[in-house]
């Protein structure tokens, strides 16, 4: 079984658009920009031989405020510019009671049987505190990116920079191996 990384996309893998106070995704290609430091980040994750997969809940999809056709154009950026193994989509409103919307775990239980995961060696990087809440129902270890959303509730690490939350998880993941092998 394999062991993986769950990036939460916007605020991690992009950047907000600027002058926002609360996380809104973008909506169009021109709003949608690549963090930089995400780059560097994946490479040194998929050096520990991760699986690197994108988690997203865009409830505008079903409110009509974003194109399906412009979110897939975002997603063909994300891919050309980064190596990851899967996207998954939660395209509900937030009053829906559906069971892919985090914290609720559908998700990542759709990428833990479609590619065999190791949930228990497996990592989900986020600012939010929905992806902290659903780590902690799956048995992952959460590593949040410190942001005004990240609540109150359980989390293992909370760092400042993604450069922090890559090393972490190569120490946490050279000693899980090393126990494993031993
Ligand atoms: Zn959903």
Request: with cysteine; net charge negative; glycine share 4%.
């Amino acid at each position: 079984m394999k062991s993986a990384v769950f990036l939460e996309r916007d605020g991690i893998v992009n950047r907000y658009p600027l002058g926002q106070s609360k996380p809104v995704p973008p909506t169009c290609v021109e709003e949608f920009q690549i963090n930089p430091e995400v780059i560097p980040f994946i490479s040194k994750l998929r050096s520990l031989n991760l699986k690197i997969f994108v988690t997203t809940h865009q409830p505008m999809l079903a409110t009509g405020d974003l194109d399906r056709r412009e979110l897939e154009r975002m997603h063909q950026i994300m891919r050309a510019r980064l190596k990851i193994d899967d996207v998954l989509i939660c395209p509900h409103e937030t009053s829906d009671p559906c069971p892919c919307a985090k914290p609720n775990t559908g998700l990542f239980k759709e990428l833990e049987h479609q590619y065999r995961i190791d949930m228990d060696h497996s990592y989900v990087v986020s600012d939010k505190w929905q992806d902290a809440a659903a780590a902690h129902s799956m048995g992952c270890v959460s590593l949040m990116l410190n942001s005004p959303w990240i609540g109150n509730g359980h989390r293992d690490y909370l760092m400042e920079t993604l450069e922090d939350i890559a090393d972490k998880i190569c120490f946490l993941h050279q000693n899980q191996t090393v126990m494993m092998v031993g």
